[in-house]
């Protein structure tokens, strides 16, 4: 059932103003998007039309499940949980929507026929409306925080309950929320229960004036992460196709500008003493392999890449995968990691992912997407903050000189894993209920 609620007249006015600004941000959308279709830019299809409402719906099936994510990190951290949800219930459709075509690709690539992807409707009263009345959900689940005021607001006038799963609220996220309540307070009226990821995020859900009664500290889903039989029959084929077996493996993984840099300088520092050193770049957004590209020639650096399917030489320093959906394969082969965006202020990235194949951690100090995580791992041993090349270059040295430690830190991290597993089945008891 929906939460019973309702609005202010200075809220009613409020959400009406906020629907109006899309009618300056809509024409804008449709000429990028009719401009990029032209130019036949990826993604760029009618399949993008469900921005504006126009989907096609699930035939006669009574149970459909509408799961939000908006982008690629977010689809990857609810695999284990459609899975599962898969297996429950194999008569319930289930529709994955994103904003961007990297999280459309990996929903292909991870679910394949056996859920739909649409892209979200953008958040215009009529759009939104026309999406669910299509789609005709059971249920809503937005993953982690992207948060849409007229979403929620059909969704509570049709009677669909929606949820937050594995929710995350940054302090910075909660001032933004505080500064305009007559929108955002009636929205979370209007959200039927809350998963939160630690007690960071519980605690903010309150301040910002969510019942107790529905908020379920869940922990963190990714916790529940598990590596498939693919992902390692993929690691073995990446392993072999290009020559790593007498490689030492740096891996980078979502990374950011200006950190490719950074990891670079690290590794000339390192590699004249460790020559059997190799550093494999996995840069986050596929927008900027080429640049990553370009600014490993501007310095010479002998690279492969990874879409040639070459194999490395002796000579070779940097191997750059320009591929997406490879990352978890790649670090199954790593002996250090360094997880991205956490020298870039982006919040950093899932640590939890070399953590769950036993490979120790490097990060900087952005980790506000993850708090959680990062400590537990911090405290394990697992993961060493770093906050430049120097700083890479000796915690590297440590784990480089040392096999039996840099093995223990790995197995730490697994072990964080293990003993917070359970977040998913905490979370299936909410939207269930």
Not at 84 to 108: E, F
Not at 252 to 268: D, F, K, M, N, V
Not at 355 to 363: E, F, K, Q, R
Request: hydrophobic share 40%; charged share 20%; glycine share 6%.
């Amino acid at each position: 059932m929906t939460t019973s609620f309702t609005p202010s007249t200075k809220q009613k006015i409020v959400l009406l103003g906020y629907s109006l600004i899309w009618l300056f941000i809509i024409p804008l959308a449709l000429c990028h998007f009719i401009y990029q279709m032209l130019r036949r830019k990826p993604g760029y299809t009618k399949a993008r039309l469900s921005r504006y409402g126009f989907t096609q719906n699930h035939g006669n099936n009574k149970d459909v499940l509408l799961i939000h994510c908006a982008s690629v990190g977010e689809v990857v951290a609810i695999q284990t949980l459609v899975e599962q949800l898969l297996t429950q219930n194999p008569k319930q459709s289930i529709t994955i929507t994103t904003n961007t075509t990297t999280g459309a690709d990996r929903v292909k690539l991870l679910f394949a026929d056996r859920v739909e992807h649409a892209y979200l409707p953008y958040d215009f009263p009529l759009f939104v409306t026309l999406f669910l009345k299509t789609k005709r959900p059971t249920k809503v689940l937005i993953n982690e925080m992207e948060l849409w005021p007229n979403l929620c607001n059909q969704c509570w006038g049709l009677s669909i309950p929606i949820f937050i799963i594995n929710g995350r609220m940054s302090e910075k996220s909660t001032k933004t929320y505080q500064k305009f309540p007559s929108l955002f307070k009636p929205m979370f009226e209007k959200i039927t229960g809350i998963c939160a990821q630690d007690n960071r995020d519980y605690q903010n859900y309150l301040t910002l004036g969510v019942a107790p009664e529905k908020l379920t500290l869940t922990n963190n889903i990714k916790f529940d992460l598990t590596i498939s039989a693919q992902d390692i029959a993929l690691s073995q084929t990446i392993r072999t196709n290009f020559a790593l077996e007498q490689r030492l493996l740096i891996v980078a993984g979502s990374t950011h500008e200006p950190e490719e840099q950074i990891l670079l300088e690290a590794y000339l520092a390192l590699v004249t003493a460790y020559p059997q050193l190799l550093l494999v770049i996995v840069p986050r957004h596929p927008q900027r392999f080429e640049k990553v590209h370009q600014l490993l020639q501007k310095q010479n650096i002998e690279t492969v890449l990874m879409s040639e399917a070459k194999a490395c030489k002796s000579a070779t320093q940097v191997l750059l995968c320009d591929q997406m959906g490879k990352l978890r394969s790649i670090y199954a082969l790593a002996d250090i990691s360094f997880v991205g965006g956490s020298l870039a202020d982006r919040g950093g990235h899932n640590a939890l992912e070399p953590a769950a194949v036993g490979v120790p951690i490097l990060m900087g100090e952005s980790t506000y997407n993850n708090p959680a995580i990062c400590k537990a791992l911090a405290d394990s041993g697992a993961l060493l903050s770093v906050t430049d090349a120097h700083q890479i270059e000796s915690a590297c040295k440590i784990w480089l000189d040392n096999p039996e430690q840099r093995k223990r830190a790995g197995e730490a991290g697994k072990q964080v894993l293990t003993d917070n597993s359970g977040a998913i089945q905490k979370t299936l008891d909410v939207i269930t209920s």
